[in-house]
C-alpha cells in the first residue's frame, strides 16, 4: 500500500515538473507582441511533453483505480472478519454459560454425593439424600448434553458455509 502511495506521489510530481515546463516553452515561444515565432524545435518539445504529461494522467488514473480496488477489498475483508469475530465471541459467551452450569451442576453432585457418603457412615440410609444425589446427576447430565449440543451448533456453523460453495 505504501508502494503504491509512493508511487502516485512521485507522478504527481512528475506531472507538475511537465505542466511547469509546458508553460515555460509556451512563455519562450511567444514573443512580446503576443504572436507566436513558429520553432518546429519548440512545437516538437511540447508535443513530446503533452504525450508524456498523457502517459502520466494515464497511469495516475490507472493507479487511482487500483488503490480504490485494494481499498474495497480490504474493507469488504475487514467486515468479513468483524462478523466472524462476532459470531466467534457469541459463540464462546454460550460455551462459557453452559460451562459454568456443568461446573456448578458438578459441585451440587458432589456435594450430594457426600452428603450421601456420610450418612451411609452413620448407618442412616436417607431417602432424601439419595434422591437429592439422583437429581445432581441428573442436572449434571443435562449440563453436559447442552455443551455438547453447543459444540455441535459450533461445528455445523463451521460446515455451512463449506457445504454451501460445493452445492
Known amino acids: 500500500m505504501n508502494d503504491i502511495a509512493e508511487l502516485e506521489r512521485r507522478i504527481t510530481m512528475a506531472l507538475e515538473r511537465i505542466g511547469a515546463g509546458i508553460d515555460l516553452i509556451g512563455a519562450a515561444a511567444a514573443p512580446a507582441d503576443g504572436q507566436p515565432a513558429p520553432d518546429s524545435d519548440a512545437e516538437a518539445r511540447i508535443a513530446e511533453l503533452q504525450d508524456a504529461l498523457d502517459t502520466e494522467r494515464t497511469t495516475n488514473?490507472?493507479?487511482t483505480e487500483r488503490v480504490r480496488a485494494i481499498k474495497e477489498k480490504q474493507e469488504t475483508m475487514v467486515g468479513a472478519l468483524e462478523k466472524k469475530v462476532a459470531r466467534l465471541t457469541q459463540q464462546v459467551d454460550a460455551a462459557t454459560i453452559d460451562l459454568q452450569r456443568l461446573k456448578e451442576a458438578n459441585q451440587d453432585l458432589a456435594d450430594a454425593n457426600r452428603a450421601l457418603g456420610e450418612a451411609m457412615e452413620v448407618?442412616?440410609?436417607?431417602?432424601?439424600?439419595?434422591?437429592?444425589?439422583m437429581l445432581g446427576e441428573l442436572e449434571a447430565l443435562r449440563a453436559a448434553r447442552a455443551a455438547d449440543v453447543a459444540e455441535m451448533d459450533d461445528i455445523l456453523a463451521e460446515l455451512k458455509p463449506l457445504i454451501s460453495e460445493v452445492a
Open 123 to 133: 448407618g442412616l440410609a436417607d431417602p432424601g439424600l439419595i434422591n437429592h444425589a
Open 61 to 63: 488514473a490507472q493507479l
